[in-house]
């Protein structure tokens, strides 16, 4: 019911930035909760930072704070994942998730395609 497709993945060297868009389609957006996962090859797949619906709430994983920013401008339907000074170990596909915003604890029912970013020199 919830239609995301990420962008703005690519090649960057390490301490460059890259900023990632996932666009919403199919439900109310600013009823949803919007989170930004990880995996690297061979890895766990991972929560690297989460929106709430007004953009009052965020939390980033402890391997990005103070570089990572989670945005979501609700007009446009689109979540945002500012990325600065990435590090190689950055290295993953990234996928945008949704989840209706009272479910606090619950998982991801909603997922994009998700859109590969390499940092390497």
């Known amino acids: 019911q919830v239609q995301l497709v990420e962008s703005g993945g690519g090649l960057v060297q390490p301490g460059g930035s890259l900023r990632l868009s996932c666009a919403a389609s199919?439900?109310?957006?600013?009823?949803?909760?919007m989170g930004w996962f990880r995996q690297a090859p061979g890895k766990e797949r991972e929560l690297v930072a989460a929106?709430?619906?007004?953009?009052?709430?965020?939390n980033y994983a402890d391997s990005v704070k103070g570089r990572f920013t989670i945005s979501r401008d609700n007009a446009k339907n689109t979540v945002y994942l500012q990325m600065n000074s990435l590090k190689p170990e950055d290295t993953a596909v990234y996928y945008c998730?949704?989840?209706?915003?009272?479910?606090?604890?619950?998982?991801?029912?909603?997922w994009g395609q998700g859109t590969q970013v390499t940092v390497s020199s």
């Open positions: 998730a949704a989840k209706y915003y009272t479910n606090s604890a619950g998982t991801y029912p909603y």
């Open positions: 929106i709430k619906w007004n953009g009052a709430n965020t």
């Open positions: 199919g439900r109310t957006f600013s009823d949803y909760t």
